[in-house]
C-alpha cells in the first residue's frame, strides 16, 4: 500500500519560505490525487494544495493562495510542497495524504495519511 512521509519542517522566520518533502515508500501511487493539509492545535484540518497525479493539475487553499506550489517527482514517487511568504499563521503540522478519488479539499476524501512534519513560523 502507499506509505507516507513527511521531512522538512522546522523552525522559519516569518517572511521566509520553505520546502516540504513527502516520500511514498510503498507501492506507487495509482490513485488520483495527493495533498498538503496543515493542522494546528485546537483547529481543524486545512486543505492546503493537491495536485492530480495524472494530469498534474493542481488546486490550493484560500489561506495560501499565490504563496504556496505543489510539484512531483514522480520517478521518485513523491511530492513536494513549497511556500514563501510565511506568517505567523502558517505555523502548523503539515500532512502529506493520498486519495484514490474524491473532493481533494477534503480530508475526509483522503485514504492514506503521513505522520506529518512540524512548521512553526517565528515573528
Known amino acids: 500500500q502507499v506509505q507516507l512521509a513527511e521531512s522538512g519542517g522546522g523552525l522559519v522566520r516569518a517572511g521566509g519560505s520553505l520546502r516540504l518533502s513527502c516520500e511514498n515508500s510503498g507501492r506507487p501511487f495509482g490513485g488520483s490525487a495527493m495533498a498538503w493539509f496543515r493542522q494546528a492545535p485546537g483547529q481543524e484540518r486545512e486543505f492546503v494544495g493537491a495536485?492530480?497525479?495524472?494530469?498534474?493539475?493542481?488546486s490550493y487553499g484560500d489561506s495560501v493562495q499565490g504563496r504556496a506550489t505543489v510539484s512531483r517527482d514522480r520517478d521518485k514517487n513523491m511530492v513536494f510542497l513549497e511556500m514563501h511568504s510565511l506568517k505567523v499563521e502558517d505555523t502548523a503540522r503539515y500532512y502529506c495524504?493520498?486519495?484514490?478519488?474524491?473532493?481533494?479539499?477534503?480530508?475526509?476524501?483522503?485514504?492514506?495519511w503521513g505522520q506529518g512534519t512540524q512548521v512553526t513560523v517565528s515573528s
Open positions: 495524504a493520498a486519495t484514490s478519488g474524491g473532493r481533494v479539499w477534503m480530508s475526509a476524501d483522503y485514504d492514506y
Open positions: 495536485m492530480w497525479w495524472i494530469s498534474g493539475d493542481t
